[in-house]
């Protein structure tokens, strides 16, 4: 069975930091790109960062730009999104998406997609 599997998320006050995780289970990684995605209630999933199956190319929303790093591990089948100086506007769920190659805009087009991570940024 294919799958994605994030995790990572929780609650956080503002300036806190997560690690986000995004584990696949049944195929490998090396021939995805693997993308972050934000939901907030009532608004459409957008993209917040995304990474090329090589590594080589990376793309961030410019709302999160110096805060977040997208990063991959292929020998751990594993993509990780490091969330620093986090504020409330970036709660919402976080899903991950693959598909092969690259997410040329780093738009929700995704073949696979995880169930999501809850994060919560408030005091």
């Known amino acids: 069975q294919l799958q994605l599997v994030e995790s990572g998320g929780g609650l956080v006050q503002p300036g806190g930091s997560l690690r986000l995780s995004c584990a696949a289970s049944?195929?490998?990684?090396?021939?995805?790109?693997i993308g972050w995605f934000h939901q907030a209630p009532g608004k459409p999933r957008e993209g917040v960062s995304c990474i090329d199956s090589s590594g080589g190319t990376t793309k961030y929303i410019d709302s999160v730009k110096g805060r977040f790093t997208i990063s991959r591990d292929n020998a751990k089948n594993t993509v990780y999104l490091q969330m620093n100086s986090l504020k409330p506007e970036d709660s919402g769920v976080y899903y991950c998406?693959?598909?092969?190659?690259?997410?040329?805009?780093?738009?929700?087009?995704?073949?696979?997609w995880g169930q999501g991570a809850q994060v919560t940024v408030s005091s």
């Open positions: 998406g693959a598909r092969l190659k690259i997410f040329k805009f780093c738009t929700p087009t995704a073949a696979y």
């Open positions: 049944g195929f490998s990684l090396d021939n995805y790109g």
